[in-house]
């Protein structure tokens, strides 16, 4: 079954829809993105958030004393690795929480399982190389660049109710992860986010 995240929550309202509509993870951003949290604002959204919902903090070549600490105030129950991060700076961090961590790897040409197995991390993203950001661009890639018999690995990159079914279809991702995609104007739009959530809920439903 093909689980979902919704990332770049910032307000309460946010939190409001998820709660109503319970995707299995949401993202709070503390790289720089209009996207962006501060810690005290994640720390109250997840307060807010239901229990049976996991956070996913998603950074950009942090300091690992910052993941740490937000780890163990319960702020972020996952990590989420979206900048340059190299094995030796997540075999650190590793040694410092029990949380799993996911590194993100934004493609742009076609890997090698040798790419992906140098990360000793507990799932890999893949999203949409963009010279100019990290992620959130919105923007799709081609789904071919994918290595060959991948499996537990959660994708980015321009999803949308539009080509989800068709997304999930083609690659089956443990995990679909959408922003811009259920957003009006880059607020989310609770319509979409509910929307989303239930293609992907029933597409599972059809399947077993």
């Known amino acids: 079954m093909t689980k ?11 939190i409001t829809y998820v ?3 319970l995707p299995d993870y949401i993202g709070f951003i503390f790289a720089k993105s209009k996207r962006m949290v501060d810690d005290a604002t994640a720390s109250q959204l997840k307060r807010a958030l239901d229990k049976r919902i996991k956070a996913v903090g998603v950074f950009v070549n942090e300091p690992i004393e910052h993941i740490t600490a937000l780890c163990r105030e319960n702020v972020i129950d996952l990590v989420q690795l979206h900048g340059d991060e190299e094995e030796t700076y997540i075999k650190e961090l590793k040694q410092r929480i029990p949380n799993e961590i996911i590194k993100a790897i934004r493609l742009k040409e076609a890997l090698g399982p040798e790419d992906i197995q140098k990360f000793s991390c507990s799932h890999i993203l893949f999203d949409t ?3 100019e950001q990290y992620g959130g661009s919105g923007l799709t890639f081609n789904l071919e660049l994918i290595p060959e018999n991948m499996n537990s690995f959660f994708l980015a990159g321009g999803l949308k109710a539009e080509n989800i079914l068709k997304v999930i279809e083609e690659c089956h991702p443990y995990c679909v992860d959408i922003s811009s995609g259920v957003e009006t104007n880059g607020i989310k739009d609770e319509i979409k986010i509910k929307e989303l959530i239930e293609l992907v809920r029933n ?5 077993y």
């Open 4 to 14: 979902i995240k919704i990332c770049g929550l910032k307000r309460l309202e946010d």
């Open 19 to 21: 709660n109503k509509y």
């Open 129 to 131: 190389y963009n010279k």
């Open 203 to 207: 597409q599972n439903k059809a399947e």
